[in-house]
């Protein structure tokens, strides 16, 4: 059975650092390559980053490039979500995927002061 846990999200000022992670099981994870997105209440899924199965190369939401890095430990099947320079509007839900119909109960992150 395919699931991943978000965790690591908190109640941050502007401008400080979070970094969330995503445990996964039930599928390959060193095949896969893995997706972060988010989401405010109200509002569709959005695409954050993406970190291809090499591990050496992501894509990022233009909103989020130059402050937030993904990476990602085949050993633990664990994916990592780096937050720098964070703002007001990065407050979301985040989630992580690996392109399957199941989601998890993703992380809370608040950016406020």
């Known amino acids: 059975q395919v699931q991943f846990v978000e965790s690591g999200g908190d109640l941050v000022q502007p401008g400080g650092s979070l970094k969330l992670s995503c445990a996964t099981s039930?599928?390959?994870?060193?095949?896969?390559?893995l997706a972060w997105y988010r989401q405010t209440p109200g509002k569709e899924r959005e695409f954050v980053a993406y970190?291809?199965?090499?591990?050496?190369?992501?894509n990022y939401a233009d909103s989020v490039k130059g402050r937030f890095t993904v990476s990602r430990d085949n050993d633990k099947s664990t994916t990592y979500l780096q937050m720098y320079r964070l703002k007001p509007e990065d407050t979301a839900v985040y989630f992580c995927?690996?392109?399957?119909?199941?989601w998890g109960r993703g992380t809370q992150v608040i950016v406020s002061s």
């Open positions: 039930g599928f390959t994870f060193s095949d896969a390559g």
């Open positions: 995927n690996a392109g399957f119909q199941t």
């Open positions: 970190i291809f199965q090499s591990g050496d190369r992501a």
